[in-house]
């Protein structure tokens, strides 16, 4: 089988019509699945985020465990609307790519709080798809990861 119909396996999933919607996919446990589409360029920084990340720590860090710390180390930092306009213009979001995140109970709150945060700086409804890479994006500029 060639590497692209392989890739293509494994990162592409059905999804919903509720996808890359707040808490869509809870679980009474309070872990949130979140399933969205990325572009490749959005895949690409998160990507390379796990790959830093698990340099600097010399350990194998997941999405996850990439996203947790980013939203740990991020939110403290200031940043104004035209921060967030820019990264959304630089970096477009929607894509083909399927993504799979699981944010736990034990850091479901960071996550939160810079959502709300990025929504409230924004002026506008973001969505986990935007809020990701964001964050992780905020994270690797100000070495962080």
């Excluded at 999804?15 to 990325?38: C, D, E, F, V, Y």
């Excluded at 465990?65 to 959304?88: K, N």
């Excluded at 709150?109 to 992780?136: C, L, N, W």
Aim: net charge positive; aromatic share 8%.
């Amino acid at each position: 089988m060639p590497q692209a119909q392989i890739r293509k396996f494994n990162v592409c999933a059905p999804l919903s019509r509720q996808h890359g919607k707040p808490g869509a996919n809870s679980m009474a446990s309070g872990t949130r699945n979140i399933r969205m589409l990325l572009s490749q360029d959005c895949f690409d920084l998160l990507a390379d985020a796990m790959c830093q990340f698990s340099k600097k720590s010399a350990k194998f860090q997941s999405l996850r465990s990439t996203v947790q710390h980013a939203c740990e180390r991020t939110r403290s930092l200031e940043f104004d609307r035209h921060y967030i306009d820019r990264f959304v213009f630089e970096h477009p979001v929607d894509g083909r790519v399927a993504v799979w995140l699981e944010v736990k109970p034990d850091w479901i709150a960071d996550y939160d709080e810079m959502r709300q945060k990025i929504a409230q700086i924004s002026g506008k409804t973001v969505h986990d798809k935007v809020v990701i890479p964001f964050v992780v994006h905020l994270a690797q500029v100000n070495h962080l990861l």
